[in-house]
């Protein structure tokens, strides 16, 4: 069995591609989000970075912008600007590396950015920014709220050692698991989990909690496609725990 850890909507998407497969999985979502009524000023003289779909949502809530020039982390993101009718993407990138990287060419280093963020950033992120000197600031438009308990039936199954994997999208959410184990003295040296990540900063996140070698599997690209391909192949694993 495999948790996922992702807020409930995201969850549900996942739990239903991987029932197709066979895979069984248990909900429990880490994190969760408020969306934040603050009055922002949207110019064409900006570029505006939007790099989660809680972005979108927070875009989505205001009138009168869907005219804004956007830069787009994932192509889930730019999809559902789209549907939002946000059509000025001036680039869609597969991850901030990737965005980092057309920032600092010649003619798009000099722009005017505002970042679109939540409570919690990438922090990676902001440091390249500032390393480049590139013009931005950042604007918090949601807030993430983390969980601060566990599901009973979540304890009851981590305590059984049927949660054979886990799935995190984010550094937060791996932090804020692995932070409820110890709260609930759950050993991670009684489990026999297995960890997918959607990235390498991730997988470097989860290191520190001095997890086994071999035990974190990272999704060959930062997307729902690549994760769901990764689990998959490791079916077996998830299902029987071998």
């Known amino acids: 069995m495999i948790l996922i850890t992702r807020p409930i909507d995201d969850s549900v998407e996942l739990q239903q591609e991987l029932k197709k497969n066979k895979i069984q999985s248990l909900i429990?979502?880490?994190?969760s989000f408020k969306f934040l009524n603050r009055k922002i000023k949207f110019t064409e003289d900006h570029i505006y970075i939007c790099a989660s779909q809680r972005c979108v949502v927070s875009l989505a809530r205001i009138k009168?912008?869907?005219?804004?020039?956007?830069?787009?982390?994932?192509?889930?993101?730019?999809?559902?600007l789209k549907e939002n009718n946000f059509n000025n993407i001036l680039f869609i990138a597969s991850d901030t590396e990737q965005l980092m990287k057309w920032m600092r060419k010649k003619e798009n280093q000099q722009n005017n950015y505002i970042y679109l963020s939540g409570s919690i950033i990438n922090e990676t992120f902001v440091v390249e920014l500032k390393k480049y000197n590139i013009s931005f600031r950042r604007?918090?438009?949601?807030?993430?709220?983390?969980?601060?308990s566990l599901n009973r039936n979540t304890i009851k199954i981590l305590k059984q050692d049927k949660i054979t994997s886990v799935v995190f999208y984010s550094?937060?959410?791996?932090?804020?698991?692995?932070?409820?184990?110890?709260?609930?003295?759950?050993?991670?040296?009684?489990?026999?989990?297995i960890y997918f990540v959607l990235s390498a900063r991730i997988s470097k996140n989860c290191r520190k909690y001095k997890l086994e070698r071999g035990v974190i599997k990272i999704s060959p690209k930062p997307d729902q496609s690549?994760?769901?391909?990764?689990?998959?192949?490791?079916?077996?694993?998830?299902?029987?725990?071998?």
């Open 139 to 148: 604007k918090v438009i949601y807030q993430t709220i983390l969980k601060k």
């Open 171 to 193: 550094k937060t959410s791996a932090d804020v698991y692995f932070k409820l184990l110890k709260k609930y003295k759950i050993s991670l040296n009684t489990l026999s989990q």
């Open 64 to 80: 009168n912008i869907s005219n804004i020039s956007i830069i787009v982390v994932g192509k889930k993101v730019a999809r559902r």
């Open 28 to 31: 429990d979502p880490l994190t």
């Open 226 to 242: 690549s994760m769901i391909s990764l689990i998959i192949a490791n079916k077996q694993l998830i299902n029987n725990g071998k």
